[in-house]
Nanobody, 124 residues
């Protein structure tokens, strides 16, 4: 798998929004599921959500109603729209690709290729 590349991180105020992008130059990009993860220094990486090939989106409880994952297969890009940000959303956000991208995706499917991350800082 080709290593995906994240972009769109930066500084946001609490209650603000950011949109992250994940691109991967895979020939059959539309066959892949894409997962989003985040990590704050000193803490374990946690699953944020994912989007399958169907496409079907799934989210961790702590972002439901605030974050939305979508995909543009023609552009080989998956987006993570983050609204109503909280300071606890700060961290480095990573996307990862999975060959098992059919109807469903989850935190525990095998993600074979990871990006290097983009930093999100939520602060007033």
């Amino acid at each position: 798998q080709v290593q995906p590349v994240e972009s769109g991180g930066g500084l946001a105020q609490p209650g603000g929004s950011l949109r992250l992008s994940c691109t991967a130059a895979e020939r059959n990009f539309d066959y892949f599921a894409i997962g989003w993860f985040r990590q704050f220094p000193g803490k374990e990486r946690e699953w944020v959500g994912c989007i399958s090939s169907a496409p079907s989106s799934h989210y961790a409880d702590f972002v439901k109603g605030r974050f939305t994952i979508s995909r543009d297969d023609a552009a080989k890009t998956v987006y993570l729209q983050m609204n109503n940000l909280d300071t606890e959303d700060s961290g480095v956000y990573y996307c990862a690709t999975s060959h098992h991208g059919g109807a469903y995706c989850s935190a525990i499917v095998r993600y074979g290729s990871w990006g290097q991350g983009t930093q999100v800082i939520v602060s007033s």
